[in-house]
């Protein structure tokens, strides 16, 4: 069971960008979902989340900018960014809770990380 990312790259101020994270595997089921981002020399911060059931929550920082989404059919959880700053310039990481094998709770797995940056 893995996740991989995959999206990033070089982008101009203003700019979009659209990620991308694919669970594979034997999975049963995917719990919570969420996209994380660490800039050089900095913490990994949320920067969004999305349960299964509830409400959505973002970093105050993206409100407004970025979306995140997913397709069950496809285990893909997105992340839309639009109107991007040169300081959303990160190595981005998916993470998800899964139900795997014969295990009656959830996984945290992550993604292995994909980097944008945002720079004219």
């Known amino acids: 069971v893995q996740l991989q990312a995959f999206g990033g790259g070089l982008v101009q101020p203003g700019g979009s960008l659209r990620l991308s994270c694919e669970a594979s595997?034997?999975?049963?089921?995917?719990?919570?979902v969420a996209w994380y981002r660490q800039a050089p020399g900095k913490q990994r911060d949320l920067v969004a989340r999305?349960?299964?059931?509830?409400?959505?929550n973002y970093a105050d920082s993206v409100k407004g900018r970025f979306t995140i989404s997913r397709d069950y059919t496809k285990n893909t959880v997105y992340l839309q960014m639009d109107s991007l700053k040169p300081e959303d310039t990160a190595v981005y990481y998916c993470?998800?809770?899964?139900?795997?094998?014969?295990?009656?709770?959830?996984?945290?797995?992550w993604g292995q990380g994909t980097e944008v940056t945002v720079s004219s």
């Open positions: 999305m349960p299964r059931y509830g409400r959505v």
């Open positions: 993470n998800a809770d899964m139900f795997v094998g014969e295990n009656v709770y959830p996984t945290n797995y």
């Open positions: 595997g034997i999975i049963k089921s995917i719990s919570t």
